[in-house]
């Protein structure tokens, strides 16, 4: 009996050992880069700045003269470069939620720009990627935008909302070739949210207005509305803005959607709202309400 309860502790004891080795390989491999962004100067000087995060949103930054840093040209060869953490200077981590969006958004991201155009001369040169990567690891590597002594934008509204991220996160590196110069992409171009749900905003006095909770496990469940929140509904259709993208996440549940009609039962329009943003079949959208 003791034997056998020596071949058990000594089965265990291996796979406690195995399940260890495993991990620690597991944990071996570097993070991948999701986002990365560079400014590099020749023309009058000689730096280079480069920022990037990765898959676990950890944020990195390095500057310095070219000559010493010596980066590369190539995306392959920069990512390979960026992927040597030891250089660089972690200054942040991303919040779960901001990553999970920002991840939806690299991955739908397309690149619907069209080809780069000179700007300007001695500007430095400004580029920023999102990669994406296959089953097999493989990196597709995504222009979200390029400024300075070239000019490119990304027209994807996705690759838009990306892009504004990395100019958040990394201000160092894209001031000078987009702000200075004013060489940069500009952006997605703000909507009124009355446009871009395709409601009429004149026709919307003395409206019904149907609201269902979509919730994901009763389904459907309807809610009553005061005037007041009818009032406060119409008012945001009629003067609220759409100023970008947030994410490419669709809502299994939880959001709310807004059925109008005019007074006399015809059909007006529709609108899905859900923690303050707009929901379309693409994701979500920030809206802001007119000063």
Request: glycine share 10%.
């Amino acid at each position: 009996m003791r034997k056998f309860f020596y071949l058990f502790v000594f089965i265990l004891m291996a796979g406690m050992i195995f399940t260890g080795v495993g991990n620690a390989s597991a944990k071996s491999d570097p993070p991948r880069i999701i986002l990365y962004t560079y400014y590099r100067q020749m023309g009058w000087g000689d730096r280079v700045q480069i920022g990037s995060v990765d898959e676990n949103g950890t944020v990195r930054f390095l500057s310095g003269n070219d000559g010493d840093l010596k980066w590369p040209y190539k995306p392959e060869e920069q990512l390979e470069y960026i992927s040597q953490f030891e250089k660089f200077e972690t200054t942040g981590e991303i919040d779960h939620n901001t990553l999970f969006a920002m991840k939806s958004l690299v991955y739908d991201v397309e690149d619907q720009g069209s080809t780069s155009t000179p700007a300007a001369n001695d500007a430095g040169t400004e580029r920023s990627y999102a990669i994406r990567y296959s089953k097999e690891g493989d990196p597709t590597f995504i222009l979200l935008g390029m400024s300075g002594d070239d000019f490119f934008e990304n027209t994807d509204p996705n690759a838009q909302a990306l892009y504004l991220r990395l100019r958040q996160l990394f201000p160092k590196v894209t001031t000078y070739a987009y702000d200075t110069i004013g060489m940069g992409p500009k952006g997605f171009t703000p909507v009124p949210l009355a446009d871009f749900i395709e409601i009429n905003p004149y026709t919307l006095t003395n409206a019904k207005v149907e609201k269902i909770n979509n919730d994901c496990e009763e389904g459907p469940i309807p809610v009553e509305m005061t005037d007041e929140d009818i009032a406060d509904l119409i008012s945001l259709i009629q003067n609220g803005t759409v100023t970008g993208k947030a994410d490419c996440i669709f809502s299994t549940g939880g959001w709310y959607s807004y059925y109008i009609s005019d007074a006399n039962g015809n059909w007006l329009g529709h609108i899905d709202l859900e923690d303050g943003l707009l929901l379309r079949n693409d994701g979500h959208y920030f809206i802001e309400m007119k000063k």
